[in-house]
């Protein structure tokens, strides 16, 4: 039997891809990125970081080590399934076994592993402790020395995941710092062969399938969508002036209620990012003044649902400022804080099941009041439109160019996101 051993330079999409070892039957054995790739990466890291009003954590040479190191380990396998953890990177001067026991009221639990110092992200040396982070609510924590190695610190576990324990607004100062270790440091997920960024709860970029690219804010976008959500505001500013009111009255004179916008925008773009992430495409309208039944607008068969997504935001709005005023002691604030994590697990679910329910053939209808009224809808196409892109792209132009006063978000298979208007 003849061996083959021989190495070519592969240039893929955005240069990703560099020296694919190739050995015996043209198996490919390791991918790392190029120095460009990594260049852009960090770039959009440092962006990012600003975006959050923070100085980047690590330098370029430790995030191009990171990076290379995360893409080599989502080629991996353990027991012939695509390697899957998760990842925290700590600054060298947060040490995992000096979080408080006293911040478990997230459920977390720290179990600091010392004396693993890594040459590199290296599977060889993180194999043991792999399997033991797979899911979003655990995480191997990892940091870098002053001369540029990295140290494995240990396990860290939570009852919830990040995102939830950073929606909740604590206002205690233990718990607060916890919050901040979490959403001001670079989190990596390794997932199904794809390999995600995000500074805390905020995605940063994707490597997936020989391309880097900057996971986008889609901020013009969301907002346009908001615009048309005329009811949903005017509900929202009728409770901001209640908010503002109550908190005069109970003496607080420089109390203001938070905006709704940031609020809602985020949630939102999380379902456009996780639609993205699915590849399964869809088609969101928001704005829709009419019933599903008008078949001028909307073909017969629409599936029908309620899911008070816009409702559900206010109630959390009106929750955390409000009844946080009316909170007298620490077994309110307790309370309160139990009330909101419910209220946030509730949202998240919803925001779930759009995601999974825009998998339906044909469009997601939202109303005025950010609310989904419908699934699996066609939409009336009154005329033919010379527009790019395939049918739901032609159909959404073609909807909105008949029906003034909505907005419509298509996504592609392919992860591209375009706005109709």
């Keep these: ?86 990842f925290l990177f700590f600054p060298p001067d947060i040490k995992l076994n000096e979080i408080p026991a006293s ?7 720290a179990l600091p592993i010392e004396g693993v110092t890594l040459s590199e992200l290296s599977f060889e040396h993180l194999k043991p402790y792999l399997s033991s982070a797979t899911d979003s609510s655990s995480f191997l924590i990892i940091s870098a020395t002053n001369d540029n190695k990295f140290i494995f610190q240990g396990i860290l576990y939570m009852a919830m995941s990040i995102d939830s324990v950073v929606s909740i607004n604590r206002r205690i100062w233990m718990i607060d710092s916890f919050q901040k270790i979490l959403s001001d440091n670079l989190r990596i997920a390794v997932h199904d062969r794809r390999v995600t960024m995000s500074l ?35 509900d929202a500013h009728t409770l901001t002036e209640k908010i503002n009111h109550e908190f005069k009255s109970l003496g607080y004179a420089n109390g203001k209620c938070r905006e709704i916008r940031p609020v809602a925008r985020k949630v939102l773009r999380e379902i456009v990012t996780a639609i993205m992430d699915e590849h399964h495409g869809a088609t969101l309208v928001f704005g829709s003044a009419w019933d599903l039944n008008d078949e001028s607008r909307f073909q017969r068969g629409a599936i029908k649902v309620k899911i008070p997504l816009g409702s559900l935001i206010l109630q959390k709005m ?13 077994d309110d604030d307790l309370q309160q804080d139990q009330d909101e994590f419910v209220i946030s697990e509730k949202l998240r679910a919803m925001q779930n099941a759009i995601i999974m329910l825009s998998k339906t053939d044909g469009a997601v209808i939202f109303d005025r009041n950010l609310n989904v009224i419908g699934i699996g809808t066609f939409l009336k196409m009154t005329s033919t439109v010379d527009s790019p892109g395939g049918a739901r792209r032609k159909s959404a132009d073609s909807f909105v160019k008949a029906n003034h006063g909505v907005a419509i978000i298509v996504i592609s298979k392919d992860g591209k996101v375009y706005l109709v208007l």
């Excluded at 905020?202 to 969301?222: A, C, M, Q, V």
């Excluded at 346009?224 to 959500?229: A, F, N, P, Q, Y």
């Design 1 to 86: 039997m003849v061996t083959l051993k021989f190495e070519l330079k592969v240039f893929i999409n955005q240069r990703i891809i560099k020296n694919v070892r190739i050995q015996g039957e043209l198996k490919m054995k390791a991918i790392s990125i190029t120095h460009e790739a990594a260049e852009k990466g960090f770039m959009f890291y440092v962006r990012k970081s600003k975006i959050h009003g923070i100085n980047p954590t690590i330098n370029k040479e430790i995030f191009s080590r990171l990076i290379d190191g995360a893409v080599l380990l989502s080629q991996q396998t353990i027991e012939a399934e695509s390697l899957s953890a998760n």
């Design 103 to 109: 911040d478990s009221w997230f459920g977390a639990i």
């Design 200 to 234: 805390g709860t905020d995605p940063i970029l994707r490597i997936e399938k020989g391309s880097i690219h900057e996971i986008s804010d889609f901020e013009n976008e969301i907002n346009s969508t908001l615009d048309v959500s005329t009811t949903f505001f005017e």
């Design 318 to 330: 009106h929750l955390f400022d409000v009844v946080w005023m009316r909170c007298k002691g620490f």
